[in-house]
Every structure is written in structure tokens, then in C-alpha cells.
């Protein structure tokens, strides 16, 4: 399973707000075996997201 990290800015508030950090994932079809992506997931709390956003169908 491969995962794709993208960051991008987009100029959504107003100006002088502060940044909101959104993390969005979706079909991660993980089992209980899968250790390395499990492990990889978890990794993402180090990304502080203000969000987290899951969406996609869920296996």
C-alpha cells in the first residue's frame, strides 16, 4: 500500500487568521496484519492537524 503526502496552501480565511492544518485520508482498507501501514498511520499525529478529516469507504 502506498500513501501520497501532499501539502498544499490555500487561501481560504481571512487575511491576518490563523493557519488551520487539515489532515484528510480516505480508503485505507487496513486488517489487523498490515503492522507496517498500521505504524505508518501513527506516524501522522506528528503532523499536529488541527483536523482530521476520514472519508471513503471503510473495509
Known amino acids: 500500500m502506498a500513501y ?3 501539502q498544499q496552501s490555500l487561501p481560504l480565511l481571512p487575511s491576518g487568521a490563523g493557519q488551520i492544518r487539515i489532515l484528510h485520508f480516505s480508503d ?3 486488517t489487523p496484519s498490515r503492522t507496517r501501514e498500521i505504524a505508518d498511520i501513527k506516524s501522522w499525529a506528528a503532523l499536529k492537524p488541527d483536523l482530521v478529516i476520514s472519508t471513503g469507504d471503510f473495509l
Do not use: D
Open 4 to 6: 501520497q503526502l501532499r
Open 28 to 30: 485505507l482498507h487496513l
